[in-house]
Each structure stands twice: as C-alpha cells, then as structure tokens.
C-alpha cells in the first residue's frame, strides 16, 4: 500500500508559478515511475508529466516547456514527487493528481488531488 498526499495547489494569474509537491509513504521500495495528472473542467483526467527511477522524464505536449517534473528518493521512507509550473495558462486550471506505478506499470495508487486555478 502507498500513500499519496499532493500539496502546493493555489489560485495564480496567468504567466505565475506554482510548485506542486506530492509525499509517498508506506510501501515506497515498489514505487518505480511517479508522475502528475489533471483534470480539467469538464474533462477527463490526463497526464500531465513522468519520471522514471532513472530521472528520465516525459511530458504532455501542452505543458512541455513549461512545467518541470523532479523526484527525491533518498529517503527509504518516504518519496517525493515535484510539479514545477510556470508561464501558468488558464487552461492549466484543474486538479492535480499524484500518481505511482510499480515495477510492471501498475498503479500503486492516487492522492486526493490538489486544486491549481489559473486567473486570466
């Protein structure tokens, strides 16, 4: 079982910055790639960003450029996932999720999301 807890939602206006932050715990050893979604209003939930164990990173077309994924593993007991968000657009407006996967892409859970509003 892993815990996921995201942190650092906000309202900002267009162009600003917000720095999403999301704490795994409990069974953190089978945590491989971690990464963000959103939902948007009136929208399905999307990905937004990954990272694999190796730090490699991957991105939605609508954010890359703009948003920066990190991860800190040092701690055995808990994991860290980043969103770094900046030139914020107003379709960014959504909840962000943390989401990790296992060793074989199986999701190991979701955190309760974080709301991110973006004012134009």
């Known amino acids: 079982q892993v815990q996921l807890v995201e942190s650092g939602g906000g309202l900002v206006q267009t162009g600003g910055s917000l720095r999403l932050s999301c704490a795994a715990s409990g069974s953190v050893g089978s945590i491989h790639t971690m990464g963000w979604y959103r939902q948007r209003p009136g929208m399905q939930r999307e990905w937004v960003a990954l990272?694999?164990?190796?730090?490699?990173?991957?991105?939605?077309p609508s954010v890359k450029g703009r948003f920066t994924i990190s991860r800190d593993d040092r701690d055995d007991v808990k994991k860290m996932v980043f969103l770094q968000m900046d030139s914020l657009k107003p379709e960014d407006t959504g909840v962000y999720y943390c989401n990790v996967h296992g060793p074989y892409g199986t999701s190991l859970g979701w955190g309760q999301g974080t709301q991110v509003t973006v004012s134009s």
């Open positions: 990272i694999a164990t190796d730090s490699t990173t991957n991105y939605a």
